[in-house]
Every structure is written in C-alpha cells, then in structure tokens.
C-alpha cells in the first residue's frame, strides 16, 4: 500500500463549536479510532485536499501530539451543499487486526477483442476489500490481452493473497463488447453469405 505523512495537531474542544472554529480558520477536524484509544485531531485543509485527489488506497501515516499513527480513510463527511469536506474518520492500522478498504483497478496490456473491433467495458474503478493491512496492496492489476469479444474477467476471477473481495463473486469487473458498428458489419456479412 502507497504511504503519505501528514502532520495533524491534537483537538481540545471536541464539540460542535470548535469544530466550526476549525473549519473558519481552514482546518479539518476529524478522529482516529481503532487502536489503544480514539485521537480527535485537526488538520490543514490544503494538505487534505492534496491527498483526496489521489485515487489510490493510501496509508497514511499522521503525526498528532509527537506520535505517528498508520491511518486509512474510513468516512469523510462533507457538506450537504457546498460539497467540502467538514469531518475525517481514519482507522487506525493495527497488525494482524482485518480491515475495510477499496483497492483502484487498473488494466494492463490490449485486448484481442478491441483489436478486432470490440470495446472494453470497466465496470468496476474500485474494488471492496478486507484483509490485514500487511496484505493490502497498491492496486487490483488485470492483465487483459486475452480478451476476446464476449469475454469477461468476474471478480471470483481475481486471486489476491490474503485478501477477500467483497463484491458479488459473479460480477463483470471488465469485459470486451462487440460495438454496433461491428454488429453491423457481422449483420450485413452474415445477409451477404444467406444470398449466395
């Protein structure tokens, strides 16, 4: 899993004033929880922001009070209107102890089958996970260079080392689909040899 610093400063005021304290003075607040004990932080909303535009599952190593915490995302709550983020809840990784999270999905090579006119469908941009977080990788890795038109790769297809996927075993994370324009040409070719 990618890792990120961050440097957070511990929260005296916990309520909803301070909170909105925070939040006036450019500050997120947010909590670590899983561990020993919860931890109520804050932290700039421009080093946050600089790491929500990542679309990796991140491990985020955040500094709060003179100690360093091994964090995932777990909830970010955001404003009902202005869309901004107002609350942060990290989970705390803990060795040996299993974990929620999504991994991105990333294809690799050229399909056959968009070779020969298809196209590829990626249903799935993100995957649901649990594992221990020793186990949790960077991405979900597809190699799709032998798909064929009408193939798919389902996600009881994908093998991760100790890691089970939470999503329906039978569903199509990618597939090749034959285009209209293709269905056309088989379409007229297949009128074409009923003549002869």
């Given at each position: 899993?990618?890792?990120?610093?961050?440097?957070?400063?511990?929260?005296?005021?916990?309520?909803?004033?301070?909170?909105?304290?925070?939040?006036?003075?450019?500050?997120?607040?947010?909590?670590?929880?899983?561990?020993?004990?919860?931890?109520?932080?804050?932290?700039?909303?421009?080093?946050?922001?600089?790491?929500?535009?990542?679309?990796?599952?991140?491990?985020?190593?955040?500094?709060?009070?003179?100690?360093?915490?091994?964090?995932?995302?777990?909830?970010?709550?955001?404003h009902?209107?202005?869309?901004?983020?107002?609350?942060?809840?990290?989970?705390?990784?803990?060795?040996?102890?299993?974990?929620?999270?999504?991994?991105?999905?990333?294809?690799?090579?050229?399909?056959?089958?968009?070779?020969?006119?298809?196209?590829l469908?990626?249903?799935?941009?993100?995957?649901?996970?649990?594992?221990?977080?020793?186990?949790?990788?960077?991405?979900?890795?597809?190699?799709?260079?032998?798909?064929k038109?009408?193939?798919?790769?389902?996600?009881?297809?994908?093998?991760?080392?100790?890691?089970?996927?939470?999503?329906?075993?039978?569903?199509?994370?990618?597939?090749?689909?034959?285009?209209?324009?293709?269905?056309?040409?088989?379409?007229?070719?297949?009128?074409?040899e009923?003549?002869?």
């Amino acid at each position: 899993m990618k890792q990120v610093s961050l440097s957070g400063s511990p929260r005296e005021n916990v309520g909803r004033k301070g909170a909105e304290e925070l939040r006036r003075n450019g500050r997120i607040p947010g909590v670590i929880y899983g561990g020993a004990s919860q931890v109520a932080f804050s932290i700039l909303k421009n080093d946050w922001d600089k790491i929500v535009s990542r679309p990796d599952t991140l491990q985020i190593n955040i500094e709060v009070g003179g100690k360093t915490f091994a964090t995932i995302i777990q909830e970010t709550q955001m404003h009902p209107v202005t869309d901004k983020v107002t609350h942060i809840d990290l989970l705390e990784l803990v060795p040996g102890k299993m974990v929620r999270t999504t991994l991105p999905v990333r294809t690799t090579g050229v399909s056959e089958g968009v070779r020969s006119g298809g196209r590829l469908l990626q249903n799935y941009r993100k995957v649901r996970i649990i594992a221990k977080p020793e186990f949790i990788p960077d991405e979900i890795q597809l190699d799709i260079t032998d798909l064929k038109i009408g193939d798919m790769i389902r996600v009881r297809d994908i093998q991760l080392e100790g890691c089970t996927l939470l999503e329906a075993e039978a569903s199509a994370v990618v597939s090749v689909q034959m285009t209209r324009a293709a269905m056309a040409d088989a379409a007229a070719t297949a009128a074409t040899e009923k003549k002869k």
